[in-house]
């Protein structure tokens, strides 16, 4: 079992990322939440403290901002006990007191039926454009429940794990936490997907079997000619491939594991661009590259800005291992996206206005589409599906759902462009309105300024809101101007 964890050992980690920070203050919030907590209890007999302390400890693996833990180990104190918001606030000031209201509104784990529920994610979309943050506390808050689920009945287990799963991690996701999400996911699908997590996991244990040794060899082989030729190892871990990733991939490849390259990666972490290629030389030296598995996403990032080398080698049993190498920089902005930005600015800093954009429309949106169950899903295909990423002519990026076509693509650039759409150029080629886009495409809409408006048919093949919105008014209008005309007297 994991060590106990305590206050002193949340410091401790702490310190080794922001010796800077306010200490007294995560030590205060920690004596404050303590005593207000004195005689609760979790469902699993613990005291009560032993789950803010826990979330703690989850956001300070992950280096997050202390000001964030501060508000963590406060964040079930109002809802609670007795201690009220004010207190928190004159205690700990107006920053912190916000993000500990923030979740407060959110509420806890109860069902109370659909129209809660459907409440209750409104509220939660709205608190995570308002402060991002709060997000990042429910995400912490969510995963220790999760590794805590055996203590709840069973019908509850599995509302609370596939709420995870489908909004909670995908909404990681998107904010580019892949920790996060992989954490939520992997705790998630135990209890949603049972039969499919033991057979998984079955296959996983086959495959890493007695494996331990060599790969550790690899390790220290690796490390050792790194150190000889001056570099400057920060980290060098190998790990296997998350489960629940494994499984979706599983399903994409028809279930053969041979064509699952990176059921084991090690993780190079070294400290600037040039060693990250004088790297993959020396271990190309060592190892026998896969042929065609060397990418080079940091002179050529992925789309999402996901910087690495990868390469995929022969050990001397012949097994294949991916290594990744990359910087510091490039792995905090990798497993922790939008969390990572909190390591360099000073605090109070706000987000790029790029990243919480599509959040900011989420908010928005919900008030309109976010009346029943039904409604989720377009919110789900909407906004927490997987993404696609593709180019306007002149090289900006623009992400949209997976499947999107080239009418939500020109909704997306204006509602002019929407409206007058009339052919479409992809990579250069005519294409048809309905194409399914794909990562990568290079988007080229061709507008005829007399068109009156939007076909009618594109709403069968469009996926986003925006668009399908649009097209809907439009036929709204036309009717209704349509119908008006037929009424009004003849001159
Ligand atoms: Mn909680």
């Known amino acids: 079992m994991k060590e106990k964890q305590t206050i002193q050992s949340l410091i401790d980690k702490i310190m080794t990322y922001s010796p800077e920070s306010d200490l007294d203050m995560v030590r205060l919030a920690f004596n404050f939440a303590d005593d207000a907590h004195r005689g609760q209890f979790r469902k699993s007999k613990e005291p009560y403290?032993?789950?803010?302390?826990?979330?703690?400890?989850?956001?300070?693996?992950?280096?997050?901002?202390p000001i964030i833990i501060?508000?963590?180990?406060?964040?079930?104190?109002?809802?609670?006990?007795?201690?009220?918001?004010?207190?928190?606030e004159d205690n700990f000031g107006s920053?912190?007191?916000?993000?500990?209201?923030?979740?407060?509104?959110?509420?806890?784990?109860?069902?109370?039926?659909?129209?809660?529920?459907?409440?209750?994610?409104?509220?939660?979309f709205i608190a995570m454009a308002e402060d991002i943050r709060v997000m990042i506390i429910k995400f912490a808050d969510r995963i220790h429940n999760l590794q805590t689920l055996d203590a709840l009945p069973p019908q509850k287990r599995y509302r609370i794990a596939l709420e995870s799963l489908e909004i909670y991690a995908p909404i990681a996701n998107r904010l580019g936490m892949a920790e996060m999400k992989g954490q939520l996911e992997d705790l998630a699908f135990r209890h949603v997907y049972p039969k499919e997590y033991e057979r998984v996991k079955k296959l996983m244990d086959e495959k890493l079997r007695g494996k331990e040794k060599s790969l550790e060899g690899v390790e220290n082989i690796s490390k050792a000619e790194l150190i000889k030729s001056n570099i400057e190892v920060i980290d060098l871990k190998?790990?296997?491939?998350?489960?629940?990733?494994?499984?979706?991939?599983?399903?994409?490849?028809?279930?053969?594991?041979?064509?699952?390259?990176?059921?084991?990666?090690?993780?190079?972490?070294?400290?600037?661009?040039?060693?990250?290629?004088?790297?993959?030389?020396?271990?190309?030296?060592?190892?026998?590259?896969l042929k065609g598995?060397?990418?080079?996403?940091?002179?050529?990032?992925?789309?999402?800005?996901?910087?690495?080398?990868?390469?995929?080698?022969?050990?001397?049993?012949?097994d294949l291992i991916e290594f990744q190498i990359?910087?510091?920089?490039?792995?905090d902005e990798a497993e922790y996206g939008v969390a990572a930005h909190w390591h360099y600015d000073e605090r109070g800093s706000r987000l790029p206005?790029?990243?919480?954009?599509?959040?900011?429309?989420?908010?928005?949106?919900?008030?309109?589409?976010?009346?029943?169950?039904?409604?989720?899903?377009?919110?789900?295909?909407?906004?927490?599906?997987?993404?696609?990423?593709?180019?306007?002519?002149?090289?900006?990026?623009?992400?949209?759902?997976?499947?999107?076509?080239?009418?939500?693509?020109?909704?997306?650039?204006?509602?002019?462009?929407?409206?007058?759409?009339?052919g479409v150029r992809i990579n250069e080629k005519m294409a048809r309105l309905d194409t399914p886009l794909r990562n990568g495409?290079?988007?080229?809409?061709?507008?005829?300024?007399?068109?009156?408006?939007?076909?009618?048919?594109?709403?069968?093949?469009?996926?986003?809101?925006?668009?399908?919105?649009?097209?809907?008014?439009?036929?709204?209008?036309?009717?209704?101007?349509?119908?008006?005309?037929?009424?009004?007297?003849?001159?």
Request: hydrophobic share 35%; proline share 4%.
């Open 441 to 491: 495409d290079v988007v080229d809409i061709i507008v005829d300024k007399n068109r009156k408006g939007p076909n009618q048919d594109w709403l069968s093949f469009v996926k986003t809101h925006t668009a399908k919105n649009h097209i809907k008014n439009q036929q709204k209008s036309t009717r209704l101007t349509g119908w008006l005309k037929s009424v009004l007297p003849k001159k």
């Open 49 to 65: 403290i032993v789950h803010p302390l826990a979330a703690a400890h989850i956001l300070a693996d992950m280096r997050i901002d």
């Open 326 to 331: 990359r910087t510091l920089e490039m792995h």
């Open 238 to 289: 190998g790990r296997s491939k998350r489960l629940y990733s494994f499984y979706k991939k599983l399903l994409r490849k028809e279930n053969d594991i041979t064509k699952v390259y990176d059921v084991i990666a090690i993780r190079v972490i070294v400290s600037n661009i040039a060693d990250c290629y004088a790297t993959l030389g020396i271990l190309h030296n060592i190892w026998k590259p």
């Open 353 to 422: 206005a790029k990243e919480i954009l599509w959040v900011k429309e989420l908010a928005e949106i919900q008030k309109d589409i976010l009346n029943k169950l039904s409604d989720l899903e377009e919110i789900k295909v909407d906004f927490l599906q997987s993404r696609i990423f593709v180019f306007t002519p002149k090289g900006d990026v623009i992400d949209l759902p997976e499947d999107a076509t080239p009418v939500d693509f020109a909704y997306h650039i204006h509602t002019d462009i929407g409206k007058k759409c009339n």
């Open 293 to 318: 598995r060397i990418k080079d996403y940091i002179s050529q990032p992925k789309p999402n800005g996901y910087q690495s080398l990868h390469t995929t080698v022969f050990d001397d049993q012949g």
């Open 70 to 88: 501060t508000a963590t180990l406060l964040h079930d104190v109002p809802e609670d006990t007795h201690v009220t918001l004010k207190e928190i």
């Open 95 to 124: 920053e912190i007191k916000n993000m500990v209201e923030g979740i407060t509104k959110l509420g806890k784990l109860k069902y109370r039926g659909v129209e809660r529920y459907i409440e209750n994610l409104r509220k939660m």
